[in-house]
């Protein structure tokens, strides 16, 4: 019997800008495996247009992972190239799969301008020309001065992508224009899921088209070059909207082939349209777990309802309930952490709550944020405009939480899935953990009980809350039944003594 898979989430947006991250995770390894995660979702390594500052996403140059100086600084956000390799080596060590953050569906921070044809489009309906194309002098090409033609000599220009950004005639930086190039199609890539406005192949920078064989080509390259480098155990796909599915599946199936492993790959896909997410998953056939946008956004809200949400509808249209086996459940990310872009954070009484739904149930694979566990303190603009502090304090019992999952959270559930406000589940069991077996409660309301069965195995046996939110001892009856209690909007885990 293989442990529970349970995911960390091994960065947040505000991370210090000091390139510690992969220090870090050499120092941690041993502890994250012993309190039971099993994989690391790292951040992007690679360098972006911000250099030593940029998260990542904005990726510059994937062949350079903080080796090279370029875009102002040789090593990333996170740390060097060499600390990198040693940090995967010491996840491995710990038996810590690694999941690596791969951006494809854009480039920015370009080195060069060059002449290209250009293409304006309607904004509400982008498949809608408007006008002629006309030329226009670009800043989209990417020759990497720094890196000097290593690992790679492909040059990045106008034919590998579909759409650019550059000022308009006024000076808004927002500006984005349709490249002309005959051979692949004089519109925007029509296989894209994404279909707001029209077409949602263009997010941002410079958008890669797949369509160029080339292009695809250059993505293999670097995937081999990669995989050789630090033999990761799975991918997670950015920004799947704007991509084209087929391709990436292509991808998939060559890195899959070159790894001869079983790679987890995890594909963002965000939307809170179950319909969407499951149209998805028929067209990447099993090659992905898809993270569950709707449950987070259920979390969310009902952090802000208090009792008035109905609890047992967290789960309708979400990936757990439809689709468990392709499901990533989270309570929150980079993207939804506060003053950020997706801004949706779940109130702080809720999330040992939350927490406990994505780690102690058997439906989904769980993928705990950073800030849940280490906290967190920053500083940022918001929405409003104004400078906000935010301090972020660690997820109450989320360690105990995450050791019972991999100890003990094992066998057959039962659902009591019976009050709008109180629910709770059981897990019966199984022989190769010793002592395992849970009862959790949790309630957005009052103080409360739920009456359950864990199974005749554990008759007689006397059961305690690991959150120690209630202090009682409960003893199971002899048809393996028992009365577990929780307190007011708080939840409670009983475990063997
Ligand atoms: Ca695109």
Redesign the pocket.
């Known amino acids: 019997m293989t442990p529970n898979e349970t995911i960390m989430q091994f960065f947040h947006w505000y991370y210090p800008a000091d390139g510690s991250l992969w220090n870090k995770l050499k120092e941690e390894a041993p502890k994250l495996k012993e309190m039971g995660i099993t994989t690391l979702w790292l951040p992007p390594a690679y360098k972006s247009c911000e250099g030593g500052y940029g998260v990542g996403y904005g990726v510059y140059d994937l062949f350079d992972l903080g080796e090279f100086d370029q875009q102002g600084s040789v090593r990333t956000k996170y740390g060097t190239k060499d600390e990198y390799v040693q940090a995967v080596e010491a996840a491995h060590q710990n038996e810590l799969k690694v999941i690596v953050d791969v951006v494809l569906?854009?480039r920015m921070g370009a080195d060069e301008t060059e002449k290209v044809l250009v293409q304006d489009q309607d904004a509400h309906d982008r498949l809608k020309k408007v006008g002629e194309p006309y030329e226009r002098e670009i800043l989209d090409k990417y020759t990497f001065p720094g890196r000097k033609g290593k690992y790679s000599q492909y040059i990045w220009d106008f034919q590998s992508f579909?759409?650019v950004n550059d000022k308009d005639d006024l000076g808004n930086n927002e500006h984005f224009y349709r490249v002309i190039h005959d051979q692949y199609g004089d519109n925007?890539?029509e296989s894209?899921l994404g279909k707001e406005n029209g077409n949602?192949?263009?997010?941002m920078g410079c958008?890669?088209?797949?369509r160029n064989p080339a292009v695809r080509e250059e993505l293999k390259n670097w995937l081999s070059w990669y995989y050789d480098l630090i033999k990761f155990d799975g991918i997670r796909l950015d920004?799947i909207k704007?991509?084209?599915p087929y391709v990436i599946n292509e991808l998939l199936d060559y890195t899959h082939n070159i790894a001869n492993k079983p790679l987890l790959n995890v594909a963002e896909e965000w939307t809170q349209d179950i319909g969407e997410l499951l149209h998805y998953k028929e067209i990447s056939q099993g090659r992905v777990q898809m993270f569950d946008v709707p449950l987070h956004y259920h979390f969310n809200e009902a952090s802000l309802a208090g009792n008035q949400y109905d609890i047992r509808r967290l789960f309708d249209n979400t990936l757990m309930q439809q689709s468990p086996d392709r499901c990533i459940s989270f309570v929150e990310n980079h993207d939804t952490q506060p003053l950020q872009m997706l801004e949706s954070p779940v109130d702080f009484w809720f999330k040992p709550l939350a927490n406990a739904i994505i780690l102690l149930r058997e439906q989904g694979i769980p993928c705990v944020f950073y800030t849940s566990f280490y906290g967190a303190k920053y500083t940022d603009k918001g929405k409003d405009g104004q400078e906000h502090e935010v301090e972020l304090v660690p997820v109450p019992h989320l360690y105990e939480m995450i050791k019972v999952r991999r100890y003990l959270s094992y066998g057959f559930q039962r659902d009591y899935f019976d009050h709008p406000n109180t629910i709770g589940w059981t897990r019966e069991g199984i022989g190769e953990f010793e002592n395992s077996g849970c009862a959790v409660v949790l309630t957005n309301g009052s103080e409360g009980y739920k009456d359950m069965e864990l199974g005749k195995r554990h008759a007689g046996q006397t059961f305690i809350d690991v959150t120690k939110n209630r202090q009682e001892e409960i003893t199971i009856n002899e048809d393996g039944w028992a009365r577990f209690t929780v307190n007011g909007r708080s939840v409670s885990v009983w475990i063997r003594k």
């Open positions: 569906n854009h579909s759409g925007w890539d894209v949602f192949d263009y997010l958008d890669v088209d797949f920004a704007h991509m084209n």
